[in-house]
């Protein structure tokens, strides 16, 4: 068991890595925090991606030496030199004599050399303390490095018998314009936004995060926008006005080899399936190659159905909204019939939050 000491300090550490929520990506959010006989003396997280690390900010706010201190970090100390020098030398040459490591970093360019070189240096390590904390903060990230696959989360919004539109097709709105505004906080912390092309042509949707910096928590902008990905199999998009103008990328997954629509962004080239669809295993490898995260796919039922039913969801968000269609409403998910219970889609109910009227239900599959 770690010393209630450690798991205090790396709470700190913690919190400290959760200001980096929206603003990291494509890069884990860290903390740390520097302690030197019982007091903090430095604290940094990491800010944004291209920045320097949460070691090196720490570093930067001390109040002493850190000769002989101990240094809490939420994720191994990097070992490599990407856009910033690796931290764990910084680490060495400050001082420290001790690193508490939450969990080692799964990214193969790190992955224990962090380290080692800090034990080859001298330096006492002590790994495991939050883990689990840790590890649920970066889900995203430890999926891609550990699996090269992202984390999909789905975002729906339904009546109390599960639909998401009248039988017209109207769907504006079911829920409040809280669930909405909640929606925003998920889509600032995505590193895309996933849709089908009929999304598009029918609801010409923004797709992008229409919050402030003060909003997010931030000090400083800009706002990071998502990459909004529309899967648009047969290149059948045309220009949506709304769509188009919004702040953030456009990528267009597609099987046609000349997209239409490749002149206004970027285009990538998916094989189909056996069922005249795009594959979304590859879809997802696609996403993991342009360095995704984490994905959240806000599509209509067809979509969102055949992602579930493929097994490619992690984890659902369902907005649940007091009101009730019948049996005329559309429903949420379009999936293939079931012929046998054993081939069901199983959740755990892991959050149950009330969002102005509505309630917001947090699912992972099994």
């Given at each position: 068991?770690?010393?209630?000491?450690?798991?205090?300090?790396?709470?700190?550490?913690?919190?400290?890595?959760?200001?980096?929520?929206?603003?990291?990506?494509?890069?884990?959010?860290?903390?740390?925090?520097?302690?030197?006989?019982?007091?903090?003396?430095?604290?940094?997280?990491?800010?944004?991606?291209?920045?320097?690390?949460?070691?090196?900010?720490?570093?930067?706010?001390?109040?002493?030496?850190?000769?002989?201190?101990?240094?809490?970090?939420?994720?191994?100390?990097?070992?490599?030199?990407?856009?910033?020098?690796?931290?764990?030398?910084?680490?060495?040459?400050?001082?420290?004599?001790?690193?508490?490591?939450?969990?080692?970093?799964?990214?193969?360019?790190?992955?224990?050399?962090?380290?080692?070189?800090?034990?080859?240096?001298?330096?006492?390590?002590?790994?495991?303390?939050?883990?689990?904390?840790?590890?649920?903060?970066?889900?995203?990230?430890?999926?891609?490095?550990?699996?090269?696959?992202?984390?999909?989360?789905?975002?729906?919004?339904?009546?109390?018998?599960?639909?998401?539109?009248?039988?017209?097709?109207?769907?504006?709105?079911?829920t409040s314009e809280a669930s909405r505004h909640d929606v925003q906080f998920w889509r600032?912390?995505?590193?895309?936004?996933?849709?089908?092309?009929?999304?598009?042509?029918?609801?010409?949707?923004?797709?992008?995060?229409?919050?402030?910096?003060?909003?997010?928590?931030?000090?400083?902008?800009?706002?990071?926008?998502?990459?909004?990905?529309?899967?648009?199999?047969?290149?059948?998009?045309?220009?949506?006005?709304?769509?188009?103008?919004?702040?953030?990328?456009?990528?267009?997954?597609?099987?046609?080899?000349?997209?239409?629509?490749?002149?206004?962004?970027?285009?990538?080239?998916?094989?189909?399936?056996?069922?005249?669809?795009?594959?979304?295993?590859?879809?997802?490898?696609?996403?993991?190659?342009?360095?995704?995260?984490?994905?959240?796919?806000?599509?209509?039922?067809?979509?969102?159905?055949?992602?579930?039913?493929?097994?490619?969801?992690?984890?659902?968000?369902?907005?649940?909204?007091?009101?009730?269609?019948?049996?005329?409403?559309?429903?949420?998910f379009t999936m293939p019939e079931l012929l046998r219970m054993t081939d069901r889609v199983?959740?755990?109910?892991?959050?149950?939050?009330?969002?102005?009227?509505?309630?917001?239900?947090?699912?992972?599959?099994?």
């Amino acid at each position: 068991m770690p010393a209630p000491s450690d798991v205090r300090y790396m709470k700190q550490a913690l919190v400290l890595a959760e200001r980096g929520r929206y603003t990291t990506d494509p890069n884990p959010r860290v903390g740390c925090v520097i302690v030197k006989a019982g007091r903090v003396i430095g604290c940094g997280w990491h800010q944004r991606a291209g920045q320097p690390h949460a070691e090196v900010n720490a570093l930067n706010t001390l109040s002493d030496s850190a000769e002989d201190a101990t240094a809490y970090v939420t994720l191994e100390p990097c070992s490599h030199f990407g856009r910033t020098p690796p931290c764990c030398d910084a680490l060495i040459e400050s001082g420290v004599s001790r690193v508490v490591v939450a969990m080692e970093d799964p990214n193969p360019q790190v992955s224990g050399q962090g380290i080692r070189r800090l034990r080859a240096a001298g330096v006492r390590v002590d790994i495991g303390v939050c883990e689990d904390q840790a590890r649920q903060l970066n889900r995203g990230f430890m999926k891609r490095m550990s699996a090269q696959l992202p984390w999909v989360r789905a975002k729906v919004g339904m009546t109390l018998d599960g639909c998401t539109a009248l039988s017209t097709g109207e769907s504006k709105w079911i829920t409040s314009e809280a669930s909405r505004h909640d929606v925003q906080f998920w889509r600032a912390q995505s590193s895309c936004i996933v849709t089908g092309v009929d999304t598009v042509l029918v609801d010409d949707p923004g797709l992008n995060v229409r919050l402030s910096p003060a909003d997010l928590g931030l000090e400083v902008g800009p706002v990071r926008q998502p990459l909004r990905v529309v899967l648009d199999t047969h290149g059948r998009l045309q220009k949506a006005d709304h769509f188009f103008q919004a702040e953030g990328d456009i990528l267009l997954l597609t099987s046609v080899p000349h997209h239409p629509m490749s002149h206004y962004c970027d285009v990538m080239q998916i094989e189909q399936n056996g069922q005249g669809q795009l594959s979304l295993p590859h879809v997802l490898k696609g996403l993991v190659d342009r360095g995704m995260n984490d994905v959240l796919i806000e599509a209509g039922s067809t979509l969102t159905g055949a992602f579930l039913s493929t097994g490619c969801i992690d984890e659902l968000v369902c907005y649940v909204a007091p009101i009730v269609f019948g049996h005329l409403g559309r429903h949420a998910f379009t999936m293939p019939e079931l012929l046998r219970m054993t081939d069901r889609v199983d959740m755990d109910l892991v959050e149950v939050t009330q969002i102005g009227d509505d309630v917001r239900l947090i699912y992972r599959l099994r």
